[in-house]
Nanobody
Framework: QVQLVESGGGSVQAGGSLRLSCAAS????????MGWFRQAPGKEREGVAV????????YYAGSVKGRFTISQDNAKNTVYLQMNSLKPEDTAMYYC???????????????????WGQGTQVTVSS
C-alpha cells in the first residue's frame, strides 16, 4: 500500500522560507517520479516541480524557478521542496505525488500521477 505523507507547511511572511517534506512508504522514490503540485482556491492544480532518475533530473514551473528547489533523500525515501523568497501568490495547498518515470515530463500534468498525499497548507502574507 502506497502512502505519501507531507509535512512542513505553515504561515510565513513574504520573502520568507519553508521546507516541505514528503515521506513515502510502499513506493521506492529512487525508481520512480516524484512531484510537488499546488492548488489555490478557485484555481486548477498545477505542477510546481518534479524529480526523477534518483534525483538527478528535475523540472520546475517557470513561476518558481530560481526560488524553489526539489530534492530527495533516497535512504530516507523522502522528497523535499525548499521554498525561498516566498510570495503571496505561492499561497496554496501543496501536494506530493508519485508515479512511474513516464510521469516526469516538462508539462508536469497532475493527471499523470496516481499516488497522492493529503496535502499541506502554505500561506504567505504580504
Amino acid at each position: 500500500q502506497v502512502q505519501l505523507v507531507e509535512s512542513g507547511g505553515g504561515s510565513v511572511q513574504a520573502g520568507g522560507s519553508l521546507r516541505l517534506s514528503c515521506a513515502a512508504s510502499g513506493f521506492t522514490i529512487s525508481d520512480n517520479c516524484m512531484g510537488w503540485f499546488r492548488q489555490a482556491p478557485g484555481k486548477e492544480r498545477e505542477g510546481v516541480a518534479v524529480i526523477y532518475r534518483g534525483g538527478g533530473s528535475t523540472y520546475y514551473a517557470g513561476s518558481v524557478k530560481g526560488r524553489f528547489t526539489i530534492s530527495q533523500d533516497n535512504a530516507k525515501n523522502t522528497v523535499y521542496l525548499q521554498m525561498n523568497s516566498l510570495k503571496p501568490e505561492d499561497t496554496a495547498m501543496y501536494y506530493c505525488a508519485g508515479d512511474s518515470l513516464f510521469s516526469c515530463t516538462p508539462a508536469m500534468e497532475w493527471t499523470d500521477f496516481g499516488y497522492w498525499g493529503q496535502g499541506t497548507q502554505v500561506t504567505v502574507s504580504s
